[in-house]
Protein backbone atom coordinates (compact mmCIF):
# COMPACT_ATOMS: atom_id res chain seq x y z
CA UNK A 1 0.00 0.00 0.00
CA UNK A 2 2.98 2.57 1.14
CA UNK A 3 4.46 2.10 -2.89
CA UNK A 4 1.31 2.96 -4.02
CA UNK A 5 0.72 6.01 -1.88
CA UNK A 6 4.09 6.96 -2.07
CA UNK A 7 3.56 7.34 -6.10
CA UNK A 8 0.26 8.28 -6.37
CA UNK A 9 0.94 10.89 -8.85
CA UNK A 10 2.69 8.02 -10.69
CA UNK A 11 -0.55 5.80 -10.69
CA UNK A 12 -2.97 8.56 -11.19
CA UNK A 13 -1.26 10.10 -14.45
CA UNK A 14 -0.75 7.03 -15.85
CA UNK A 15 -3.92 5.18 -15.52
CA UNK A 16 -6.06 8.90 -16.48
CA UNK A 17 -3.84 8.68 -19.86
CA UNK A 18 -4.58 4.92 -20.04
CA UNK A 19 -8.76 5.57 -19.87
CA UNK A 20 -8.24 8.75 -22.29
CA UNK A 21 -6.49 6.64 -24.95
CA UNK A 22 -8.92 3.66 -24.09
CA UNK A 23 -12.30 5.71 -24.49
CA UNK A 24 -10.76 7.95 -27.69
CA UNK A 25 -9.40 5.07 -29.68
CA UNK A 26 -12.73 3.22 -29.08
CA UNK A 27 -15.09 5.60 -30.50
CA UNK A 28 -12.92 5.94 -33.82
CA UNK A 29 -12.28 2.13 -33.45
CA UNK A 30 -16.61 1.37 -33.24
CA UNK A 31 -16.82 4.13 -35.81
CA UNK A 32 -13.99 2.41 -38.69
CA UNK A 33 -15.18 -0.96 -37.69
CA UNK A 34 -18.72 -0.17 -38.50
CA UNK A 35 -17.77 1.43 -42.05
CA UNK A 36 -15.59 -1.58 -42.41
CA UNK A 37 -18.09 -4.46 -41.50
CA UNK A 38 -20.69 -2.70 -43.89
CA UNK A 39 -18.03 -2.76 -46.93
CA UNK A 40 -17.88 -6.87 -45.76
CA UNK A 41 -21.05 -7.64 -46.19
CA UNK A 42 -21.70 -5.01 -49.57
CA UNK A 43 -23.44 -6.11 -52.48
CA UNK A 44 -20.72 -4.43 -54.53
CA UNK A 45 -17.93 -7.10 -55.13
CA UNK A 46 -15.15 -3.84 -55.21
CA UNK A 47 -16.22 -2.85 -51.85
CA UNK A 48 -16.24 -6.78 -50.35
CA UNK A 49 -12.89 -6.84 -51.35
CA UNK A 50 -11.73 -3.25 -49.86
CA UNK A 51 -13.06 -4.81 -46.71
CA UNK A 52 -11.53 -8.09 -46.73
CA UNK A 53 -7.96 -6.41 -47.53
CA UNK A 54 -8.57 -4.09 -44.82
CA UNK A 55 -9.62 -6.87 -42.04
CA UNK A 56 -6.63 -9.19 -43.25
CA UNK A 57 -3.99 -6.69 -43.51
CA UNK A 58 -4.68 -5.08 -40.14
CA UNK A 59 -5.65 -8.34 -38.20
CA UNK A 60 -2.56 -10.30 -39.19
CA UNK A 61 -0.03 -7.18 -38.01
CA UNK A 62 0.90 -7.84 -35.21
CA UNK A 63 -0.10 -4.69 -32.63
CA UNK A 64 3.61 -3.69 -31.42
CA UNK A 65 4.89 -4.18 -35.34
CA UNK A 66 2.01 -1.61 -36.27
CA UNK A 67 3.19 1.17 -33.29
CA UNK A 68 6.81 0.66 -34.43
CA UNK A 69 5.69 2.03 -37.95
CA UNK A 70 3.72 4.89 -36.19
CA UNK A 71 6.24 5.89 -33.90
CA UNK A 72 9.29 4.97 -36.26
CA UNK A 73 8.44 5.63 -39.98
CA UNK A 74 5.46 7.98 -40.24
CA UNK A 75 8.01 10.47 -38.82
CA UNK A 76 9.94 9.88 -41.83
CA UNK A 77 7.18 10.23 -44.25
CA UNK A 78 6.80 13.74 -44.45
CA UNK A 79 2.98 14.20 -43.24
CA UNK A 80 2.05 16.81 -40.61
CA UNK A 81 4.18 15.73 -37.60
CA UNK A 82 1.95 14.43 -34.53
CA UNK A 83 2.93 13.09 -31.04
CA UNK A 84 3.29 9.79 -29.66
CA UNK A 85 0.12 9.66 -28.23
CA UNK A 86 -1.91 10.31 -31.30
CA UNK A 87 0.07 8.09 -33.14
CA UNK A 88 -0.26 5.55 -30.66
CA UNK A 89 -4.21 5.93 -30.96
CA UNK A 90 -4.77 6.02 -34.94
CA UNK A 91 -2.35 2.68 -34.50
CA UNK A 92 -4.77 1.25 -32.20
CA UNK A 93 -7.86 2.53 -33.60
CA UNK A 94 -6.41 0.84 -37.36
CA UNK A 95 -5.73 -2.47 -35.39
CA UNK A 96 -9.16 -2.65 -33.11
CA UNK A 97 -11.48 -1.39 -36.25
CA UNK A 98 -10.03 -4.99 -38.25
CA UNK A 99 -11.72 -6.84 -34.92
CA UNK A 100 -15.06 -4.68 -34.44
CA UNK A 101 -15.55 -4.58 -38.38
CA UNK A 102 -15.22 -8.79 -38.08
CA UNK A 103 -17.97 -8.70 -34.93
CA UNK A 104 -20.30 -6.57 -36.98
CA UNK A 105 -19.75 -9.02 -39.65
CA UNK A 106 -20.98 -11.38 -37.52
CA UNK A 107 -23.76 -10.46 -35.65
CA UNK A 108 -25.34 -9.36 -39.08
CA UNK A 109 -25.22 -12.83 -40.56
CA UNK A 110 -26.55 -14.01 -37.35
CA UNK A 111 -29.42 -12.62 -38.16
CA UNK A 112 -31.97 -15.30 -40.19
CA UNK A 113 -31.47 -14.65 -44.23
CA UNK A 114 -35.14 -14.42 -44.63
CA UNK A 115 -35.67 -10.97 -42.46
CA UNK A 116 -32.94 -9.67 -45.40
CA UNK A 117 -34.96 -11.20 -48.18
CA UNK A 118 -38.64 -9.91 -47.08
CA UNK A 119 -36.76 -6.15 -46.52
CA UNK A 120 -35.09 -6.48 -50.10
CA UNK A 121 -38.67 -7.93 -51.39
CA UNK A 122 -40.91 -4.73 -50.62
CA UNK A 123 -37.97 -2.83 -52.13
CA UNK A 124 -36.04 -1.24 -49.17
CA UNK A 125 -32.34 -0.61 -50.42
CA UNK A 126 -29.21 -1.55 -48.79
CA UNK A 127 -28.54 0.47 -46.39
CA UNK A 128 -32.04 0.64 -45.68
CA UNK A 129 -32.09 -2.92 -44.67
CA UNK A 130 -29.31 -2.66 -42.80
CA UNK A 131 -30.71 0.37 -40.70
CA UNK A 132 -34.08 -0.66 -40.51
CA UNK A 133 -33.54 -4.45 -40.30
CA UNK A 134 -30.50 -5.80 -39.75
CA UNK A 135 -28.54 -3.67 -37.10
CA UNK A 136 -31.46 -3.13 -34.80
CA UNK A 137 -31.51 -7.19 -34.69
CA UNK A 138 -27.97 -7.69 -34.56
CA UNK A 139 -27.13 -5.21 -31.88
CA UNK A 140 -28.28 -7.39 -29.22
CA UNK A 141 -25.93 -10.56 -30.19
CA UNK A 142 -22.72 -8.07 -31.13
CA UNK A 143 -22.96 -6.72 -27.47
CA UNK A 144 -20.94 -9.85 -25.52
CA UNK A 145 -17.94 -10.25 -28.60
CA UNK A 146 -17.89 -6.39 -29.13
CA UNK A 147 -17.32 -6.03 -25.32
CA UNK A 148 -14.63 -8.43 -25.72
CA UNK A 149 -12.69 -6.53 -28.12
CA UNK A 150 -13.17 -3.76 -25.92
CA UNK A 151 -11.20 -5.08 -23.09
CA UNK A 152 -8.11 -5.92 -25.13
CA UNK A 153 -8.66 -2.87 -26.64
CA UNK A 154 -7.93 -1.76 -23.03
CA UNK A 155 -5.29 -3.88 -22.35
CA UNK A 156 -3.45 -3.00 -25.85
CA UNK A 157 -2.67 0.40 -24.52
CA UNK A 158 -0.01 -0.65 -22.64
CA UNK A 159 1.69 -1.51 -25.75
CA UNK A 160 2.42 2.25 -26.37
CA UNK A 161 4.42 2.29 -23.47
CA UNK A 162 6.94 1.34 -25.43
CA UNK A 163 6.90 4.67 -28.00
CA UNK A 164 6.96 6.85 -25.05
CA UNK A 165 3.35 7.74 -24.28
CA UNK A 166 2.60 7.96 -20.53
CA UNK A 167 -0.17 5.51 -19.52
CA UNK A 168 -0.64 2.46 -17.24
CA UNK A 169 1.48 0.37 -19.03
CA UNK A 170 4.83 2.97 -18.41
CA UNK A 171 4.09 2.79 -14.73
CA UNK A 172 6.24 -0.26 -13.67
CA UNK A 173 9.39 1.42 -15.69
CA UNK A 174 8.91 5.11 -14.20
CA UNK A 175 8.61 3.32 -10.49
CA UNK A 176 11.91 1.10 -11.00
CA UNK A 177 14.05 4.90 -11.97
CA UNK A 178 11.90 5.43 -8.52
CA UNK A 179 14.13 1.90 -6.98
CA UNK A 180 10.77 0.73 -5.95
CA UNK A 181 9.82 -2.98 -5.66
CA UNK A 182 8.75 -4.16 -9.36
CA UNK A 183 6.76 -7.09 -8.56
CA UNK A 184 4.78 -5.06 -6.04
CA UNK A 185 4.55 -1.83 -8.59
CA UNK A 186 3.07 -4.59 -11.08
CA UNK A 187 1.00 -5.90 -9.26
CA UNK A 188 -0.92 -3.10 -8.37
CA UNK A 189 -1.38 -1.90 -11.79
CA UNK A 190 -2.44 -5.63 -13.10
CA UNK A 191 -5.45 -4.84 -10.03
CA UNK A 192 -6.06 -1.25 -11.41
CA UNK A 193 -6.65 -3.19 -14.96
CA UNK A 194 -8.37 -5.74 -13.07
CA UNK A 195 -11.07 -3.10 -11.98
CA UNK A 196 -11.20 -1.11 -15.40
CA UNK A 197 -12.56 -4.38 -16.76
CA UNK A 198 -15.04 -5.08 -14.21
CA UNK A 199 -16.24 -1.66 -15.46
CA UNK A 200 -16.65 -2.79 -18.54
CA UNK A 201 -18.43 -6.01 -18.13
CA UNK A 202 -20.79 -4.62 -15.64
CA UNK A 203 -21.48 -1.86 -18.72
CA UNK A 204 -21.92 -5.04 -20.74
CA UNK A 205 -24.34 -6.48 -18.52
CA UNK A 206 -26.49 -3.28 -18.25
CA UNK A 207 -26.86 -3.54 -21.99
CA UNK A 208 -27.64 -6.98 -21.75
CA UNK A 209 -30.41 -6.85 -19.66
CA UNK A 210 -31.70 -3.55 -21.50
CA UNK A 211 -32.01 -5.47 -24.85
CA UNK A 212 -33.40 -8.99 -23.05
CA UNK A 213 -35.73 -10.42 -24.93
CA UNK B 1 -56.40 -42.22 -71.92
CA UNK B 2 -54.83 -41.28 -74.93
CA UNK B 3 -50.53 -42.40 -74.02
CA UNK B 4 -48.46 -39.33 -75.74
CA UNK B 5 -45.55 -38.40 -74.19
CA UNK B 6 -44.24 -36.01 -76.97
CA UNK B 7 -46.93 -33.45 -76.64
CA UNK B 8 -45.33 -30.03 -77.52
CA UNK B 9 -46.38 -27.62 -74.73
CA UNK B 10 -48.60 -24.99 -76.08
CA UNK B 11 -47.01 -21.67 -75.79
CA UNK B 12 -49.69 -19.28 -73.40
CA UNK B 13 -51.25 -16.71 -75.31
CA UNK B 14 -49.64 -13.70 -74.23
CA UNK B 15 -52.73 -11.28 -74.56
CA UNK B 16 -51.46 -9.23 -71.76
CA UNK B 17 -48.33 -9.72 -70.65
CA UNK B 18 -46.81 -8.93 -67.37
CA UNK B 19 -44.59 -10.97 -66.37
CA UNK B 20 -42.53 -13.07 -69.29
CA UNK B 21 -39.95 -15.28 -69.24
CA UNK B 22 -37.49 -16.05 -71.85
CA UNK B 23 -35.12 -18.67 -72.44
CA UNK B 24 -34.29 -18.80 -68.38
CA UNK B 25 -31.25 -21.05 -67.36
CA UNK B 26 -29.98 -21.37 -63.77
CA UNK B 27 -26.80 -23.22 -62.62
CA UNK B 28 -26.20 -24.36 -59.20
CA UNK B 29 -22.26 -25.20 -60.09
CA UNK B 30 -22.91 -28.24 -62.42
CA UNK B 31 -26.26 -28.61 -61.31
CA UNK B 32 -28.68 -27.34 -64.21
CA UNK B 33 -31.91 -25.84 -61.43
CA UNK B 34 -33.88 -23.87 -64.52
CA UNK B 35 -33.77 -25.06 -68.35
CA UNK B 36 -35.21 -23.45 -71.10
CA UNK B 37 -38.16 -21.84 -69.37
CA UNK B 38 -39.87 -19.73 -71.57
CA UNK B 39 -43.52 -18.60 -70.23
CA UNK B 40 -45.76 -15.23 -69.85
CA UNK B 41 -48.32 -14.31 -66.97
CA UNK B 42 -51.06 -12.07 -68.29
CA UNK B 43 -52.41 -9.42 -66.01
CA UNK B 44 -54.99 -10.69 -64.03
CA UNK B 45 -54.22 -14.27 -64.14
CA UNK B 46 -53.53 -16.72 -61.43
CA UNK B 47 -50.99 -19.31 -62.55
CA UNK B 48 -50.30 -22.30 -60.03
CA UNK B 49 -46.62 -23.59 -59.83
CA UNK B 50 -46.64 -27.35 -58.94
CA UNK B 51 -44.43 -30.10 -59.30
CA UNK B 52 -42.03 -32.56 -57.21
CA UNK B 53 -39.53 -31.15 -55.03
CA UNK B 54 -36.52 -30.07 -56.25
CA UNK B 55 -38.16 -29.29 -59.79
CA UNK B 56 -36.78 -25.71 -59.62
CA UNK B 57 -40.62 -23.71 -58.73
CA UNK B 58 -39.22 -22.27 -55.69
CA UNK B 59 -35.85 -20.95 -57.77
CA UNK B 60 -38.62 -19.81 -60.55
CA UNK B 61 -40.63 -17.70 -58.51
CA UNK B 62 -38.11 -16.30 -56.36
CA UNK B 63 -36.23 -15.24 -60.06
CA UNK B 64 -39.00 -13.31 -60.73
CA UNK B 65 -37.57 -10.58 -58.33
CA UNK B 66 -34.61 -11.31 -58.21
CA UNK B 67 -33.93 -12.84 -55.15
CA UNK B 68 -32.42 -15.57 -57.20
CA UNK B 69 -30.35 -14.65 -59.89
CA UNK B 70 -30.03 -16.59 -63.35
CA UNK B 71 -27.14 -17.56 -65.38
CA UNK B 72 -29.09 -16.91 -68.89
CA UNK B 73 -31.99 -15.03 -70.37
CA UNK B 74 -34.66 -12.66 -69.67
CA UNK B 75 -37.22 -11.77 -67.01
CA UNK B 76 -39.47 -9.07 -67.73
CA UNK B 77 -41.65 -7.51 -65.34
CA UNK B 78 -44.83 -5.41 -66.77
CA UNK B 79 -42.28 -4.64 -69.95
CA UNK B 80 -38.91 -3.42 -67.72
CA UNK B 81 -36.19 -6.04 -68.02
CA UNK B 82 -35.26 -7.17 -64.42
CA UNK B 83 -32.10 -4.47 -63.72
CA UNK B 84 -29.34 -4.83 -61.95
CA UNK B 85 -29.04 -5.20 -57.99
CA UNK B 86 -29.11 -1.48 -56.80
CA UNK B 87 -31.61 1.50 -56.70
CA UNK B 88 -33.59 0.53 -59.84
CA UNK B 89 -34.03 -3.38 -58.68
CA UNK B 90 -35.01 -1.84 -55.45
CA UNK B 91 -38.06 0.09 -56.49
CA UNK B 92 -39.15 -3.10 -59.37
CA UNK B 93 -39.38 -5.27 -56.12
CA UNK B 94 -41.68 -2.21 -54.70
CA UNK B 95 -44.25 -3.34 -56.92
CA UNK B 96 -43.69 -7.43 -56.70
CA UNK B 97 -45.03 -8.58 -53.57
CA UNK B 98 -43.92 -11.99 -52.30
CA UNK B 99 -44.85 -14.19 -49.34
CA UNK B 100 -42.39 -16.71 -48.39
CA UNK B 101 -42.85 -20.41 -47.05
CA UNK B 102 -41.38 -18.70 -43.65
CA UNK B 103 -43.79 -15.76 -43.59
CA UNK B 104 -40.03 -13.97 -42.46
CA UNK B 105 -42.10 -10.95 -40.81
CA UNK B 106 -39.38 -8.69 -38.93
CA UNK B 107 -39.16 -10.01 -35.59
CA UNK B 108 -38.27 -6.78 -33.48
CA UNK B 109 -41.30 -5.11 -35.39
CA UNK B 110 -45.03 -4.95 -34.59
CA UNK B 111 -47.03 -6.56 -37.11
CA UNK B 112 -48.89 -2.71 -37.46
CA UNK B 113 -45.12 -1.58 -38.29
CA UNK B 114 -44.07 -4.63 -40.39
CA UNK B 115 -47.07 -3.52 -42.80
CA UNK B 116 -46.36 0.08 -42.34
CA UNK B 117 -42.30 -0.02 -42.60
CA UNK B 118 -42.20 -0.46 -46.85
CA UNK B 119 -44.65 2.24 -47.48
CA UNK B 120 -43.18 4.76 -44.87
CA UNK B 121 -39.83 3.94 -46.32
CA UNK B 122 -39.90 3.26 -50.19
CA UNK B 123 -43.11 4.46 -50.74
CA UNK B 124 -43.07 8.00 -48.94
CA UNK B 125 -45.89 8.13 -46.99
CA UNK B 126 -46.24 9.71 -43.66
CA UNK B 127 -46.46 7.94 -40.89
CA UNK B 128 -50.33 8.49 -40.43
CA UNK B 129 -51.50 7.71 -43.68
CA UNK B 130 -49.07 4.46 -44.10
CA UNK B 131 -50.60 3.39 -40.45
CA UNK B 132 -53.92 4.12 -42.20
CA UNK B 133 -53.08 1.77 -45.28
CA UNK B 134 -51.76 -1.52 -42.99
CA UNK B 135 -54.94 -0.95 -40.97
CA UNK B 136 -57.27 -1.46 -43.92
CA UNK B 137 -54.70 -4.14 -45.23
CA UNK B 138 -54.61 -6.41 -41.54
CA UNK B 139 -58.37 -5.74 -41.66
CA UNK B 140 -58.63 -7.39 -45.05
CA UNK B 141 -56.73 -10.43 -44.30
CA UNK B 142 -58.16 -10.50 -40.54
CA UNK B 143 -55.65 -9.54 -38.10
CA UNK B 144 -56.75 -6.27 -37.44
CA UNK B 145 -56.92 -7.01 -33.39
CA UNK B 146 -53.30 -8.15 -33.51
CA UNK B 147 -51.95 -4.75 -34.84
CA UNK B 148 -50.13 -4.20 -32.02
CA UNK B 149 -48.37 -7.32 -31.26
CA UNK B 150 -45.02 -8.55 -32.27
CA UNK B 151 -44.91 -11.57 -34.91
CA UNK B 152 -43.63 -14.23 -32.33
CA UNK B 153 -46.86 -13.85 -30.02
CA UNK B 154 -49.23 -14.57 -33.24
CA UNK B 155 -50.04 -18.28 -34.99
CA UNK B 156 -48.64 -19.42 -38.08
CA UNK B 157 -51.74 -18.92 -39.87
CA UNK B 158 -52.21 -15.15 -38.41
CA UNK B 159 -48.58 -14.52 -39.58
CA UNK B 160 -48.06 -15.89 -42.83
CA UNK B 161 -51.38 -13.29 -43.07
CA UNK B 162 -49.84 -10.01 -41.88
CA UNK B 163 -46.97 -10.97 -44.55
CA UNK B 164 -49.54 -11.12 -47.49
CA UNK B 165 -51.08 -7.67 -45.59
CA UNK B 166 -47.45 -6.31 -45.54
CA UNK B 167 -47.03 -7.16 -49.35
CA UNK B 168 -50.57 -5.51 -50.41
CA UNK B 169 -49.55 -2.87 -48.63
CA UNK B 170 -47.43 -1.81 -51.43
CA UNK B 171 -50.01 -2.05 -53.87
CA UNK B 172 -48.19 -4.47 -56.04
CA UNK B 173 -48.39 -5.40 -59.77
CA UNK B 174 -47.72 -9.35 -59.14
CA UNK B 175 -47.87 -11.39 -56.01
CA UNK B 176 -45.59 -14.46 -55.81
CA UNK B 177 -46.11 -16.88 -53.18
CA UNK B 178 -43.61 -19.66 -52.42
CA UNK B 179 -45.33 -22.36 -50.71
CA UNK B 180 -47.40 -19.89 -48.09
CA UNK B 181 -48.93 -22.64 -46.53
CA UNK B 182 -46.15 -25.15 -46.38
CA UNK B 183 -44.91 -24.20 -42.92
CA UNK B 184 -48.61 -24.31 -41.38
CA UNK B 185 -50.25 -26.62 -38.95
CA UNK B 186 -52.99 -28.48 -40.99
CA UNK B 187 -55.66 -26.43 -39.46
CA UNK B 188 -54.39 -23.01 -39.98
CA UNK B 189 -53.96 -23.95 -43.70
CA UNK B 190 -57.46 -22.90 -44.75
CA UNK B 191 -57.54 -19.31 -43.33
CA UNK B 192 -54.73 -18.40 -45.76
CA UNK B 193 -55.87 -20.34 -48.51
CA UNK B 194 -59.28 -18.44 -47.86
CA UNK B 195 -57.41 -15.07 -47.85
CA UNK B 196 -55.49 -16.51 -51.38
CA UNK B 197 -58.84 -16.90 -52.40
CA UNK B 198 -60.30 -13.64 -52.22
CA UNK B 199 -57.21 -11.76 -53.13
CA UNK B 200 -57.39 -14.11 -56.69
CA UNK B 201 -61.10 -13.03 -56.89
CA UNK B 202 -60.03 -9.11 -55.99
CA UNK B 203 -58.37 -9.64 -60.01
CA UNK B 204 -54.57 -9.79 -58.56
CA UNK B 205 -52.52 -11.32 -60.96
CA UNK B 206 -50.59 -14.11 -58.47
CA UNK B 207 -47.87 -16.63 -59.35
CA UNK B 208 -48.01 -19.04 -56.39
CA UNK B 209 -46.09 -22.32 -56.00
CA UNK B 210 -47.68 -24.84 -53.99
CA UNK B 211 -48.33 -28.07 -52.76
CA UNK B 212 -52.05 -27.25 -52.20
CA UNK B 213 -54.11 -29.46 -55.26
CA UNK B 214 -57.59 -27.97 -54.15
CA UNK B 215 -56.70 -24.50 -54.59
CA UNK B 216 -54.74 -24.81 -57.39
CA UNK B 217 -57.73 -26.60 -59.01
CA UNK B 218 -59.95 -24.14 -58.00
CA UNK B 219 -58.40 -20.22 -57.90
CA UNK B 220 -55.83 -20.99 -60.68
CA UNK B 221 -56.13 -20.23 -64.32
CA UNK B 222 -53.55 -22.27 -65.32
CA UNK B 223 -51.65 -24.73 -63.88
CA UNK B 224 -47.55 -24.90 -65.06
CA UNK B 225 -46.37 -28.11 -64.00
CA UNK B 226 -42.53 -28.28 -63.48
CA UNK B 227 -39.98 -31.07 -62.82
CA UNK B 228 -35.87 -31.67 -63.31
CA UNK B 229 -36.37 -27.74 -63.74
CA UNK B 230 -38.23 -27.69 -67.02
CA UNK B 231 -41.74 -26.44 -67.78
CA UNK B 232 -42.99 -30.41 -68.75
CA UNK B 233 -46.62 -29.16 -69.34
CA UNK B 234 -49.05 -25.92 -68.98
CA UNK B 235 -52.56 -26.30 -68.94
CA UNK B 236 -55.80 -24.86 -67.52
CA UNK B 237 -56.59 -26.96 -64.14
CA UNK B 238 -59.47 -28.57 -65.38
CA UNK B 239 -57.98 -30.13 -68.29
CA UNK B 240 -54.82 -31.17 -66.18
CA UNK B 241 -56.08 -33.27 -63.22
CA UNK B 242 -58.27 -35.05 -65.28
CA UNK B 243 -56.34 -35.21 -68.42
CA UNK B 244 -52.57 -34.78 -68.11
CA UNK B 245 -51.18 -34.89 -71.01
CA UNK B 246 -47.20 -35.93 -70.04
CA UNK B 247 -46.98 -39.24 -67.40
CA UNK B 248 -45.02 -37.07 -65.73
CA UNK B 249 -47.58 -35.23 -64.79
CA UNK B 250 -49.92 -38.07 -64.22
CA UNK B 251 -47.52 -40.14 -62.00
CA UNK B 252 -47.46 -36.80 -60.31
CA UNK B 253 -50.73 -36.42 -59.94
CA UNK B 254 -51.18 -40.09 -59.02
CA UNK B 255 -48.85 -40.02 -55.90
CA UNK B 256 -50.15 -36.25 -54.83
CA UNK B 257 -53.76 -37.39 -54.93
CA UNK B 258 -53.90 -40.62 -53.56
CA UNK B 259 -52.91 -39.65 -50.27
Sequence with gaps: MQVLLDNLD???????????????????????????????????????????????????????LLMMFFALGYPKMGLPSLDYTTLAIIALVLYTASYVAEVFRSGINSINRGQTEAARAIGLTFTQVLRVVLIPQA????????????????????????????????????????????????????????????VLAAVQRAFERKWAV | MELNNTVSIASVEATDPLVVLKQVNKFYGEHHVLRDINTVVNRGEIVALIGPSGAGKSTLCRAINRLETISSGEIY?????????????????????????????????????NVALGPVMVRRMSKGEANKVAMEHLERVGVANQADKLPAQLSGGQQQRVAIARALAMNPKVMLFDEPTSALDPEMVSEVLDVMRALAQSGMTMIVVTHEMGFAREA??????????????????????????????RDFLQKILAR
Design chain 1, 139 to 198: FRNVMPPLVSVFIALLKNTTVASGFSVMQAGAIAANMSERGENLLVTLLWVALFFFILVM
Design chain 2, 220 to 249: ADRIVFMADGQVVEESPPAEFFTEAKTTRA
Design chain 1, 10 to 64: LFVLGFTNTVVIFAISAVFSLILGCVVGILRISPSTPMRAVGTVYVNTLRNTPLA
Design chain 2, 77 to 113: VDGVALPEEGRALASLRADVGMVFQSFNLFAHKTVLE
